[in-house]
């Protein structure tokens, strides 16, 4: 369980993140037209978890564009950004920033992903939403950086989770 806060409240969340150096837990995710993504999909490509609560708050807003313009250029990367947000308001979003290098994936089923991921808010306002980490894994699915952001109204630290996908 990590301590976090919302506007300097606290709140926790439902675990730990996956320890650097083990195998990602796998997921399955809903993507726009509703189809599913798992963790296998992306196998042979570095990937970066950009998880945040919601694409509708300055901060989730601004990682998701950061993101796409930064580590989405790295070759065999891909940027996954994950929310509970239902995948019609993460396309909308898309659409109208002209995101278009990171997939957007929805964990508004079951939230699955956030008790597997044990990033689940469990109290305060934002409870049963994501928190904000950055979790990056290498080419088979090995964890190599992991960063719960304590403060979740912060923007995660950019230059670290892009640094782990250039250490071989």
Do not use: W
């Not at 990682?63 to 019609?88: G, H, Q, W, Y």
């Amino acid at each position: 369980m990590a301590s976090i806060t919302l506007g300097g409240n606290p709140a926790e969340t439902s675990g730990s993140l996956p320890k650097i150096g083990t195998k990602a837990p796998n997921f399955k995710l809903t993507v726009s037209d509703l189809s599913s993504q798992v963790l296998s999909d992306f196998e042979g490509h570095k990937v970066v978890l950009n998880v945040f609560p919601s694409v509708d708050t300055g901060v989730c807003a601004t990682s998701i564009r950061t993101f796409n313009k930064e580590a989405a250029e790295m070759e065999n990367t891909k940027v996954l950004c994950i929310s509970r947000d239902l995948p019609f308001a993460q396309a909308r979003f898309c659409g109208a920033e002209g995101i278009d290098n990171v997939m957007m994936l929805s964990d508004f089923k079951d939230g699955s992903f956030g008790k597997a991921y044990g990033l689940d808010i469990v109290n305060g306002a934002f409870e049963g939403l994501h928190s904000r980490c950055v979790i990056v894994l290498d080419e088979n699915g090995i964890v190599k950086y992991t960063e719960q952001v304590p403060e979740i109204g912060e923007e995660p630290n950019y230059k670290a989770s892009l640094y782990a996908l250039l250490d071989e």
